[in-house]
């Protein structure tokens, strides 16, 4: 089946440490995105890729890293600068990139809880 | 001001009744506009666009009113099934010519018997 997986679905981290959450799409889609949720808020962009080897900052973009060496992988690092790191995290994909009015398809997410 | 704002509701209404939410946005050049429903503690899943014209979609009916900067969703006949949050997305240019994708926070509706 044809979709966005991310993994881990719930994953705790201490204070200090860096952690990577997983998101994978076989949708040959060439955009992928991360967000970020909390309680009663809004979605906020993180980062973006439109292409592969290439990244964007999104709005929250301090305290977190991305790659993408694949067209299917974008990895996300919340490293141990992000001072609030505990949220619902999920990643996106769109067929074409530059944010366009390409409706955006969502993986399941990733709770990260600091502990 | 927010540039994408909800009433966060929750919105309590019967099985059966008729519920709108509205959605204001404060970029007047912005472009597209969409509904995605989240359920508890899930991903969100695109509901429908928004065209100028209006569209509907079974009992869903979205619309666009870019005189007064907001697009609404106005749900029939309301099923239990329809509780969820219902967030609004904004498409638009922010001042540096980037595009920019906005969610709203969204409007909780829970369906009682």
């Known amino acids: 089946d044809g979709g966005i997986t991310q993994s881990p679905k719930y994953l705790f981290r201490k204070e200090g440490q860096n952690v990577t959450l997983s998101c994978e799409q076989n949708?040959?889609?060439?955009?992928m995105y991360w967000y970020r949720q909390d309680p009663g808020q809004g979605l906020r962009l993180i980062y973006y890729?439109?292409?592969?080897?290439?990244?964007q900052k999104g709005d929250i973009a301090e305290g977190y890293s991305v790659s993408r060496e694949k067209k299917e992988s974008f990895p996300l690092t919340v490293t141990s600068a992000q001072k609030n790191p505990t949220a619902f995290y999920l990643c996106?994909?769109?067929?074409?990139?530059?944010?366009?009015?390409?409706?955006?398809?969502f993986g399941p997410g990733t709770r990260l809880t600091v502990l | 001001r927010k540039e994408v704002e909800q009433d966060p509701g929750p919105f309590n209404v019967p099985e059966g009744a008729t519920v709108a939410f509205n959605c204001t946005y404060s970029?007047?050049?912005?472009?597209?506009f969409f509904w995605y429903r989240q359920d508890c503690r899930k991903e969100p899943k695109l509901l429908m666009s928004?065209?100028?014209s209006g569209n509907e979609d079974g009992r869903f009916t979205a619309q666009l009113n870019r005189a007064s900067q907001y697009i609404s969703l106005l749900i029939r006949d309301s099923k239990l099934s329809d509780s969820a949050t219902y967030l609004c997305?904004?498409?638009?240019?922010?001042?540096?010519?980037?595009?920019?994708?906005?969610f709203g926070s969204g409007t909780r509706l829970q369906v009682q018997p």
């Open positions: 996106a994909s769109s067929p074409q990139g530059g944010l366009s009015t390409d409706t955006q398809y």
């Open positions: 949708l040959n889609h060439d955009a």
């Open positions: 890729s439109q292409i592969v080897n290439d990244f």
């Open positions: 970029n007047s050049a912005s472009q597209s």
């Open positions: 928004v065209y100028s």
């Open positions: 997305v904004v498409i638009g240019f922010m001042d540096t010519g980037r595009r920019a994708l906005t």
